[in-house]
């Protein structure tokens, strides 16, 4: 009798499993495939330009004057501005759509991934909507890269022996 019992729920598990199959085939079948080397092309493209608009605006500044790394800090400014001030209009997001990392990638991106939650919840107030989902996508990124940034400079330090203090 339990043999029996054993051999029908087997029975089945496989009759559900071909089922399950037969469906992950029809949903293959009618799933279009996205255009790869397009969305490629697009995010190298994308995000080449973020760079060369970046590098446009350190050598402005640097043209100015400025020291390098000054440049680059007002350029990393500007850029992070330019990502935002974007996102709140719209703009950024539907850039994303078409660009795919190649505008998530660049400091453009980062500055996107901060103003985008915020804008979302901006109707819950300051504090509980802005204030609070404002890391919500970039807060992890910000603490592991401290942690990162805090293990290595330990080890280096470590490594050097200890001749700092």
């Known amino acids: 009798m339990s043999?029996?019992?054993i051999s029908k729920q087997s029975k089945e598990q496989l009759k559900q499993q071909v089922e399950q199959q037969r469906y992950q085939d029809k949903v293959d079948k009618f799933t279009p495939k996205p255009p790869l080397l397009k969305n490629i092309?697009?995010?190298f493209v994308v995000g080449g330009l973020i760079c060369l608009l970046g590098q446009?605006?350190?050598d402005y500044f640097s043209g100015l004057g400025l020291s390098k790394k000054e440049a680059s800090n007002y350029a990393t400014i500007?850029?992070?501005f330019l990502g935002s001030f974007l996102t709140g209009l719209g703009v950024y997001d539907e850039?994303?759509?078409r660009a795919g990392a190649g505008s998530v990638v660049p400091i453009t991106g980062f500055a996107n991934s901060i103003v985008a939650p915020a804008m979302e919840f901006k109707r819950e107030g300051y504090v509980f909507g802005i204030g609070a989902k404002m890391f919500v996508i970039a807060g992890p990124v910000l603490v592991y890269g401290?942690?990162?940034a805090?293990?290595?400079g330990l080890i280096y330090w470590m490594g050097q022996g200890n001749r700092g203090l």
Do not use: D, H, Y
């Open 3 to 5: 043999n029996e019992i």
């Open 150 to 152: 805090f293990i290595v």
């Open 146 to 148: 401290m942690v990162t």
């Open 78 to 80: 500007v850029l992070v």
């Open 56 to 58: 446009f605006i350190t």
């Open 41 to 43: 092309c697009w995010a």
């Open 95 to 97: 850039l994303g759509k």
